[in-house]
């Protein structure tokens, strides 16, 4: 381990943008696994979510001595203290991918999702992983100009599934009731994905202005 | 505010458990909300939502600014990063009661949840708001026994929504597509209320005795 502070605090954060990697990565497989019933790489997802859950407790230890043994002050801290938030949400996505993949072994070889509503669940899964993206690349540049852009993927978000419901519960929905089960999860799942992102672009505009971006230019979800 | 440290960390404690209270509350609320369509009661958990997330913003302020001007170190350090970690998961339990609180407004004058299911959304409500109690009780005692509480009470919720999903994609359900969609997302919520609750548990115990409890005992959600 490296010695200076400044370093150790440089290499956790790195450690945040791989982890953000590896959920984007998650969500993206995930949702290959979801549309082509693709059981071995649902596997992989769940699989692979338990190396990043060990990761979580690794990163959230060293940022947790640097804290102990350094006692930082002002920014730094609110850098640490951040951290730590942010290996929670993205441990949490990489929760969420490995649902994603769970539905799509349940109904392995059948597709969870029904044909009426596979663009809809493409678009979703490309929201969420360039969402992640956008996250981990905000925290890596801390360019807070990214910010605009993660507000509105996310309202892109809550529009795709609006329209999941408004084709769920339409009377031409002939899919019957475990697809809508199943739809209704999924898409539950992908929207708090991004919410998550979202609230990591919150947090790096944070840890760069030392303030929460306001809340009538983005709601807290 | 206080001077003294350590009694502004127990005035932090104690405000996670009345936040605790006030969450429990929102969780009977809403489960009664739902299960008499009480458009009112509906409304109160709704707007009542919106000071928990205030409540939420003022005791992370006092516990950041804790950590920012007296440095603790070991078992406070620890305390005071969990505090944050607590108050967090609170206003998600608050959020998950207000998700439910909605569900019941959409569905006014009807009731959402069919009545094959109302007594098992009635022990659901029940096991959820118990474990908020037991979470806030195990934080103001100290008293890391009940973790096992919290752990069979978690294990109950599953069982509880293993039963939804088996009577939702039964050959017997004749309650249409809405409700069974309402179900999932409803069972959701109050899996991860429950969740939360243990989550917190968890962190109580780390709190105490400086670990988090074995995974064999009481694996992570």
């Known amino acids: 381990m490296r010695e200076n502070y400044r370093e150790q605090l440089d290499d956790i954060l790195a450690d945040l943008v791989q982890m953000s990697q590896?959920?984007?990565?998650?969500?993206?497989?995930?949702?290959?696994?979801?549309?082509?019933?693709?059981?071995?790489?649902?596997?992989?997802?769940?699989?692979?979510?338990?190396?990043?859950?060990?990761?979580?407790?690794?990163?959230?230890?060293?940022?947790?001595?640097?804290?102990?043994?350094?006692?930082?002050v002002a920014g730094e801290l609110r850098t640490v203290v951040t951290t730590l938030r942010m290996v929670t949400e993205l441990e949490r996505m990489g929760d969420l991918a490995a649902h994603v993949a769970k539905i799509a072994r349940l109904r392995y070889p059948e597709v969870a999702v029904p044909a009426t509503l596979r663009s809809n669940f493409v678009r979703m899964g490309d929201v969420a992983e360039k969402m992640v993206v956008?996250?981990?690349?905000?925290?890596n540049d801390r360019n807070i100009q990214v910010a605009q852009?993660?507000?509105?993927?996310?309202?892109?978000?809550?529009?795709?599934?609006?329209?999941?419901?408004?084709?769920l519960l339409s009377e031409d929905w002939d899919d019957g009731v475990e697809a809508a089960v199943d739809v209704a999860l999924?898409?539950?799942?992908?929207?708090?994905?991004?919410?998550?992102?979202?609230?990591?672009?919150?947090?790096?505009?944070?840890?760069?202005?030392?303030q929460f971006p306001d809340e009538d230019f983005w709601p807290q979800p």
Do not use: C, N, W
């Open 22 to 72: 590896t959920v984007s990565s998650a969500v993206r497989s995930a949702t290959t696994a979801l549309l082509e019933a693709d059981l071995q790489l649902a596997e992989v997802v769940i699989s692979e979510d338990e190396a990043l859950d060990a990761k979580q407790r690794e990163v959230e230890g060293r940022a947790f001595s640097l804290l102990a043994r350094q006692a930082p």
């Open 134 to 139: 956008t996250a981990g690349q905000t925290l």
């Open 149 to 167: 852009e993660l507000r509105t993927r996310d309202e892109e978000m809550d529009e795709l599934r609006r329209t999941q419901f408004r084709v």
């Open 186 to 210: 999924l898409g539950r799942y992908y929207e708090r994905i991004a919410d998550h992102a979202a609230s990591m672009g919150r947090r790096v505009i944070y840890v760069v202005t030392g």
